[in-house]
């Protein structure tokens, strides 16, 4: 049977990047045996559920390059894809369960299951349904129902069994059903609960692997007994463990950007997004962190799932990204960095064809130097600086003679060159090196200096070039008169 897996966020908010590990998860699985990855929406939260959530969810998903197989706008005879437009697949399951006696109508107050919970928690006992209305008839309930009662359904959860499961990250998990009591699988609002709704999709979908964070794994026991009291094929699952933050608290607002769409604007590649979480409770056979999409989906298996908890390390994912920024196609590059180059003021809208050969040599000279893409904005203000000041440590070592002599030969050069490209600028060094004698620092910081400001930064002739003739001589100009 070919592999069926989904991603199944709730609406109720960005999309947080545990999250977005789970949707990755999943499609490279999918991606790794030829499986299909299904997006579905569990949006059967009225009071959360949102639709500006939807959207936000759907971006982020296509921005971070994770595209669905089957879900909204790609339905395969599976649909709908949103749990809010299969009520009517639920009623239909639900009335079966009820019929046969393995669930009842509860009519309870919530102020009485508040009460009575809050006196089990005083006991310290288990939190669990008393059972009470299980003994009202059907019928009776239906027709209290039609009388205008309000009523949520409970799972009839009568069998004293033990329920496990053998998960592919934690091994065998086991849970005692007389712990779990009477739950509800329909609510007074007229919607399933996230666990009925989740079992009738996995089945009707046809499910075989449910890959999800850990967080989920007490929903699981009350998700087999439905899967048994139906009769459903049980899917393989597998539990993924926590994000923790670098202080090990579980991640959060408070460690900085913690959404997809934040890392984005930040200036993230979804290819780094995608390299760096896949190593989050997930890792290479060679222990490999720099990997494109083909090594990654050739590498992914589900047993190499750790258990213990992941370590978002920020420092780990620039140096990932750093890594996709220099080796993704110069053209692609460019493109990518050009919104920050135009918000930044430093090229126009719609830059014509020398702005984007300028761009483009721009990108190819600093682009080893960015860890996301709004880190072009510190290397390029050098190019637009005309009239920067010398701190007096600078001021103090380019005024000396021997320097002001360079100076005055690199201006000549300049001047008597038809165009500054890379290679003729390092000529211009070199000569100027053996006209002068001076070596290392003595011959390259006064030059660099005069050109850029700057104690460091980009290759010296790299810079030269991209500044252009006019802008040298002038630059130069400025400290030999
Ligand atoms: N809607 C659930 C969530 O976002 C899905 C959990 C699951 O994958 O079963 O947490």
Redesign the pocket.
């Given at each position: 049977m070919s592999c069926r897996v989904r991603f199944?966020?709730?609406p109720t908010g960005f999309l947080h990047i545990g999250?977005a590990r789970?949707a990755l998860f999943n499609w490279l699985y999918a991606k790794s045996v030829g499986g299909t990855f299904i997006l579905r929406i569990?949006d059967t939260d009225q009071k959360r559920s949102t639709s500006e959530a939807v959207d936000m969810a759907i971006r982020s998903l296509k921005w971070m390059g994770l595209e669905w197989d089957e879900g909204p706008g790609k339905d395969k005879g599976n649909g709908p894809y949103f749990q809010s437009e299969r009520l009517h697949i639920y009623k239909e399951h639900i009335d079966k369960l009820l019929e046969s006696g393995k669930a009842y109508y509860c009519f309870c107050s919530s102020e009485e299951l508040d009460m009575k919970s809050k006196g089990q928690k005083t006991l310290s006992q288990l939190q669990i349904y008393d059972g009470k209305c299980s003994s009202v008839s059907l019928a009776e309930a239906k027709e209290r129902i039609a009388n205008g009662e309000k009523a949520r359904v409970r799972f009839f959860n009568n069998e004293n069994k033990i329920v496990s499961f053998d998960d592919v990250v934690r091994g065998v998990v086991k849970k005692e059903s007389k712990e779990i009591g009477d739950f509800v699988i329909f609510k007074e609002d007229g919607f399933p609960t996230?666990n009925f709704a989740?079992v009738i999709d996995e089945a009707l979908m046809g499910i075989t692997h449910?890959i999800?964070g850990e967080d989920?794994i007490s929903n699981t026991a009350k998700q087999l007994l439905l899967y048994q009291a139906y009769n459903f094929d049980i899917p393989i699952f597998a539990h993924t463990s926590m994000i923790l933050g670098s202080d090990k608290e579980k991640l959060s607002k408070r460690h900085g950007a913690s959404t997809v769409m934040d890392f984005e604007a930040e200036g993230y590649l979804p290819e780094g997004i995608r390299n760096f979480l896949a190593l989050l409770g997930w890792s290479h056979p060679e222990a490999v962190e720099a990997l494109t999409d083909e090594e990654l989906i050739k590498a992914f298996t589900l047993n190499r799932f750790s258990k213990s908890p992941a370590v978002f390390d920020m420092n780990k994912f620039n140096h990932i990204n750093t890594w996709h920024i220099r080796n993704i196609d110069i053209d692609d590059a460019v493109s990518r960095f050009l919104p920050y180059l135009i918000k930044g003021g430093y090229i126009p809208e719609n830059p014509d064809e020398e702005k984007l050969a300028w761009s483009k040599k721009l990108v190819m000279i600093v682009r080893e130097h960015c860890s996301i893409l709004s880190d072009i904005c510190a290397h390029v203000d050098v190019f637009f600086k005309d009239d920067f000041v010398l701190t007096d440590g600078m001021q103090k070592v380019i005024e000396t003679d021997e320097s002001k002599k360079l100076l005055i030969y690199i201006k000549e050069q300049i001047e008597n060159s038809d165009e500054i490209t890379e290679a003729v600028m390092k000529s211009i060094i070199k000569n100027a090196q053996k006209e002068t004698g001076l070596k290392g620092p003595l011959l390259y910081h006064p030059i660099r200096y005069a050109l850029t400001g700057n104690i460091s930064g980009t290759e010296l002739a790299s810079v030269a070039e991209l500044l252009g003739k006019d802008k040298l001589v002038n630059r130069i100009s400025r400290f030999i008169e």
């Open positions: 199944a966020p709730s999250n789970t569990d996230y989740t449910v999800r989920h």
